[in-house]
């Protein structure tokens, strides 16, 4: 995982800076590029499914239904053109915050990793429904980055599992560190 997201970065610095292309195929394609070619994006995703996982049972699962039920309602927010403030100081705050966590161990209680899922969420969300180009359908593109988002947190997820393997947590714990120090460059960048 820490080799892919470097890789990332450093063999495709258009990924890490922009978006999915506005004509990427239509709003679906769109939608669903949006997430996993936004480094921005795509490590928050994943690291919602590997907290999930990393803190357990009922959040293993329920951190990623609430991540983009929460998301699509930012998305909307996003669409009808309600302001929200420092959104891409949220989405590099998410990283760091969520990446933290994993690396520092921590083991909120469900409630609490919920609310903070859900506020990250909405930024995540308004920044798709900001950026959603005005010639697509917003249906199939919330489609694209609801499902996107969601294989993200499986991504996450599977990762997590390794928890359960001898020296596993200290991968785990190793991905939330890049996590959050890739949520810190964009932060300072």
Do not use: K
């Amino acid at each position: 995982m820490n080799l892919l997201l470097i890789s990332l970065l450093i063999l495709m610095p258009e990924i890490a800076l922009a978006h999915a292309p506005e004509g990427a195929g239509g709003g679906f394609v769109t939608g669903f590029l949006h997430p996993i070619m936004g480094v921005d994006h795509l490590v928050a995703m994943v690291a919602v499914g590997l907290w999930g996982a990393f803190l357990g049972e009922r959040a293993l699962w329920i951190l990623p239904i609430v991540f983009p039920s929460i998301m699509a309602v930012g998305a909307a927010f996003g669409i009808v053109g309600l302001e929200i403030p420092l959104v891409e100081f949220v989405i590099a705050l998410s990283g760091i915050v969520l990446g933290a966590l994993i690396a520092l161990r921590v083991r909120a209680p469900l409630a609490i990793a919920m609310v903070l899922v859900g506020i990250f969420a909405i930024f995540h969300g308004y920044a798709h429904g900001v950026e959603m180009p005005e010639q697509i359908s917003a249906i199939t593109y919330s489609a694209g980055f609801v499902i996107g988002t969601g294989l993200l947190h499986l991504a996450g997820v599977a990762i997590g599992f390794a928890t359960r393997l001898p020296r596993g947590e200290l991968l785990v714990r190793g991905c939330g560190g890049v996590i959050s120090a890739i949520g810190l460059s964009y932060l300072v960048g």
